[in-house]
Antibody
C-alpha cells in the first residue's frame, strides 16, 4: 500500500526555519512528481511547491517563493521542504502529495505553527 | 492563475438524498484536467475523480463527475453517512495547480 509519512513539523518563532521530510514507500518514488500542499487551520487547500520525478523542474507558489526550497532524494525515497523566514501566515498542516496527473495519494500531514 | 469557484458553500442534506456540487473555472480547463477530492475532519484529502469524470480506485459508483470547459459537477447519487465531508475541486491543466474553496456537505 502506498504510504507517504511527513515529519519535521512543530512550533517555530517568526523568522525561523524548519525542514519537513516525507518518507515514501510501496511505489517507485523516482518515477513520480511530488508536491507539498498546505491547509491553514479551518481553511482550504493551497498548493505550495512541485518537483519533477528527477528533480530538474521545480515550481513554487508566489506566497513562498524565495523562502521555501523543495528537494528530493530518490535513493532515500524522500521528499523535503526547507522553510526559511517563516511567517504567522505559514501556519498550516503540510501535506506531501504524489502527482499522477491529479494528486492521487496524500500523506497524513504535519502541523507547522509559527508563533512567538 | 485559474480561479475555481465552488457552489454552494454548504449543502445540507439527509442520507439517501442526491448531492450536486458545482465547480466553475475562470478560464477553460484544457483536456478536462479537473479533479475532485473528499476531506473528512482530521483526515487528509482523498482523490475521488480525475479527468473530470473518472473515478479513482476504490471509489463507489454513487460518485460521478461531469462537465467540460469551465463548468464541472460532482454528483453523489444517494448520500451515505460516510459521505458527509468537505469536497474540493482542483485543476491540473496549468500551473499553479489551484483548488476551489470547498463545499461542505452536512447533515440536515
Amino acid at each position: 500500500e502506498v504510504q507517504l509519512v511527513e515529519s519535521g513539523g512543530g512550533l517555530v518563532q517568526p523568522g525561523g526555519s524548519l525542514r519537513l521530510s516525507c518518507a515514501a514507500s510501496a511505489f517507485t518514488f523516482s518515477s513520480y512528481s511530488m508536491n507539498w500542499v498546505r491547509q491553514a487551520p479551518g481553511k482550504g487547500l493551497e498548493w505550495v511547491s512541485y518537483i519533477s520525478s528527477g528533480g530538474g523542474t521545480i515550481y513554487y507558489a508566489d506566497s513562498v517563493k524565495g523562502r521555501f526550497t523543495i528537494s528530493r532524494d530518490n535513493a532515500k525515497n524522500s521528499l523535503y521542504l526547507q522553510m526559511n523566514s517563516l511567517r504567522a501566515e505559514d501556519t498550516a498542516v503540510y501535506y506531501c502529495v504524489r502527482q499522477y496527473g491529479s494528486f492521487d495519494f496524500w500523506g497524513q500531514g504535519t502541523l507547522v505553527t509559527v508563533s512567538s | 492563475d485559474i480561479v475555481l469557484t465552488q457552489s454552494p458553500g454548504t449543502l445540507s442534506l439527509s442520507p439517501g438524498e442526491r448531492a450536486t456540487l458545482s465547480c466553475r473555472a475562470s478560464q477553460t480547463i484544457s483536456s478536462n484536467y479537473l479533479a475532485w477530492y473528499q476531506q473528512k475532519p482530521g483526515q487528509a484529502p482523498r482523490l475521488l475523480i480525475s479527468g473530470a469524470s473518472s473515478r479513482a480506485t476504490g471509489i463507489p459508483d454513487r460518485f460521478s463527475g461531469s462537465g467540460s470547459g469551465t463548468d464541472f459537477t460532482l454528483t453523489i447519487s444517494r448520500l451515505e453517512p460516510e459521505d458527509f465531508a468537505v469536497y474540493y475541486c482542483q485543476q491540473y491543466s496549468s500551473s499553479p495547480r489551484t483548488f476551489g474553496q470547498g463545499t461542505k456537505v452536512d447533515l440536515k
